[in-house]
């Protein structure tokens, strides 16, 4: 990607063809897998968290995460952390932001 924008100021017809060869040898490399199903989750850790404090969940309850708001949480890929998302709130739904990929 790099090299096609210091291409493109120099000749922008062969910095497009590079980019657009470039984007098309990716999809075909991906292709088989597209449709191949996966986890994703977002994994809020509770540190001390007991056995005995699970015990005494019922519906309705709080649990004190002792996560600050606005920290990023880890957002994981089929078990393995991929990268950081932000809690955020989307038409009355909640959401998660994508905010570092590692």
Avoid: Y
Wanted: proline share 4%; aromatic share 4%; charged share 20%.
């Amino acid at each position: 990607m790099a090299e096609a924008v210091g291409l493109a100021k120099t000749n922008p017809n062969v910095a497009s063809e590079s980019a657009a060869g470039a984007e098309g040898a990716r999809d075909e490399r991906w292709m088989r897998v597209m449709g191949l199903g996966c986890d994703l989750s977002v994994d809020l850790p509770l540190p001390h968290f007991k056995i005995a404090d699970l015990l005494k969940l019922r519906q309705g309850s709080v649990i004190d995460a002792h996560w600050k708001v606005g920290q990023d949480v880890p957002l994981s890929l089929n078990g393995t952390v991929m990268g950081w998302v932000e809690f955020e709130v989307v038409a009355s739904n909640l959401a998660v932001r994508l905010t570092d990929l590692v």
